[in-house]
């Protein structure tokens, strides 16, 4: 898988690099913050600094279009380019992609939002960066990502078929025996173009120390929408080298630049050993992250799975289905028998059409109690490991 680093100016680097070969460009340049830009790396050995000082918006923005008129050249008709900017310049570098890439090729104005907790200045707390998104042209490749719905989803909207009455209001659909009708495999909600990823904190240990350092996960994001894998990844700005890492965790090719030589080493130094930081708010999601029965979202978490919230009998749904039929899980709470963990669930999912239901067990008291058909009862991690323990 090609994997390459070039040190220098990227207006003279990318005329080698072959013309439409590339298939997602990430431009991540100097933001015209009119700021040189100098941090140290966690131990204190060495020292990163880029300047974002311009004479006029003038000179960045011819800058930014000389840029963008190379960059285009290099990428495939089905490719696209990703442009990093905040508010200190967005309005010029949405004219000059409108310029260079046309108006019809316009996909999206992301939003990547992070949470900030002090503001020194007077004003409201700058919390999110602009990331214009582009393609070469309308056939352009594109893989839907699906996320989580909101826990405040009522149950009945995610599992059930919608239909029309005779007034044309949409009502749920059931059959004429009364029987609700469902609506099939959950994949989530596609995503929107508000994303919420964590700023890399000062003590993240995927945080090497660069200005302006944006977090891999933001990155994998960005690949894995408009790439597959063995498709090459072209970031003309790379700094740290965040985009190339991303693109080589999922098996993309990579091509940076960057005119720094620290950079261009730290790079490289990365690329041998990346490091991830991994985020709890990312894995278990915002929501399930915010929401206050953290015991079943830990003892769900190796499920791939929606949270269900307004529902005190069931913790979730599979996002697979079994035979057609949804799969409903419940974890067994400290207050409850895994007798009483099933009678919650059976109850909860009475009214909901046809499905199967899982227990999770978090104790081992199911001794005595009636035979279920159909409950199937699953140990917690935590209850094998206990149970792993025990045993040796
Ligand atoms: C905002 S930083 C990129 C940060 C990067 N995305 C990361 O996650 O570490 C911008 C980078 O552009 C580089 N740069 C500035 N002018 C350049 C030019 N003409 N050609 C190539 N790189 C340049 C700077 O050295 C700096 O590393």
Redesign the pocket.
Known sequence: MIEEVYE????E?LRRVPDVAIDLA?M????YSQKV?KSQTRNGDSE?V???VWLSEQIYSD?IME?LVLVREKIKFTGSLFF?CDKSASHVIRTALDDVFGKDNFRAEIIWHYRRWSNAKRGLLNAHQTIFFYSKSSDYKFNEIYEDYSLSTNIDQLMQKRARDSRNKTIYARQSDGQVVLSGPKKGVPLSDVWQIPFLNPKAKER?G?????PIEL?KRIVSLVTDPGDIVL?????????LIAAKLLARGAIG????SE?VQLTRQRMQEPIVTDSKLMRMGKDAYDQHDGFAARHLAFFDYVPVQRNKGIDGILKEQIHGLPIYLRVQRNSETQHDAAVALAAATKDKGKGLLVVVATRDDLLGQPDYDDVVFLPSFELVRQYGLTAS
């Open positions: 220098g100016d990227c207006r680097v990430y991540d340049p100097p933001f830009h990163f880029f300047s974002d800058f840029c990093h090497v660069y200005p302006t350092q944006k990155l970031d003309p700005f790379c700094g740290s080298g965040t985009t630049i960057d005119i720094s950079a």
